[in-house]
């Protein structure tokens, strides 16, 4: 099999789940945004169609934190209801910067595009030495307090869709399972 940089970034990526409390810098930021924009999409206009909200106050994460917590502890599932009244349990792995992707309401292609445009960015943030995590957790704050959009100046007519957190790696220690592809066949 063909190895290069940009397939060995693709192995070596792991959810991040433990981060150091250093700040992510803004160009590195930029450089995660900007992959994600050249992501493949459904339409001529995805980037009037999508809206980054990028979080790095410690009180507006504890807040998503805490509202998403109470959200999961009204769920049916009981996984998520253990989730949200565990106490030393962080949505956001206390991870410095919290990114939320919005889509405008009536595009058609948002699921397919966000999951595109989130690995771009979760490959990026990889390739310059930072950890990620692509969450949705999180995102269940927006039903327990359904003026946070405005709080965090999400534009009217777009709601958040996925999300994911992004810092510095606590520990670099990378263990890359190897996969099998016994589930591959081609037909010729």
């Not at 192995?11 to 992510?24: L, P, W």
């Not at 900007?34 to 990028?54: R, S, W």
């Not at 927006?142 to 869709?161: R, S, T, W």
């Amino acid at each position: 099999m063909n190895e290069n940089e940009t397939i060995r970034i693709i192995k070596q990526r792991r959810s991040t789940r433990r981060f150091s409390e250093k700040q992510v810098s803004e160009d590195d930021l930029n450089t995660i945004i900007n992959a994600g924009l050249y992501a493949p999409n459904g339409g001529t206009d995805f980037e009037k169609n999508v809206y980054f909200t990028i979080i790095q106050n410690e009180n507006i994460l504890n807040k998503i934190n805490s509202l998403a917590k109470e959200a999961a502890g009204q769920s049916s599932f009981e996984w998520l209801k253990d989730l949200g009244s565990n106490e030393q349990f962080n949505c956001l792995y206390n991870a410095p910067t919290f990114i939320i992707i919005s889509v405008k309401k009536q595009s058609e292609s948002a699921v397919y595009d966000c999951s595109a445009l989130t690995q771009n960015m979760l490959l990026a943030a990889e390739s310059v030495g930072l950890g990620s995590c692509w969450l949705y957790f999180p995102l269940q704050a927006f039903d327990k307090d359904m003026g946070l959009v405005k709080e965090l100046k999400i534009p009217q007519g777009f709601k958040p869709i996925t999300s994911m957190v992004i810092g510095y790696k606590e520990d670099d220690e990378i263990n890359v399972p190897e996969r099998k592809t016994e589930n591959v066949r081609y037909i010729k």
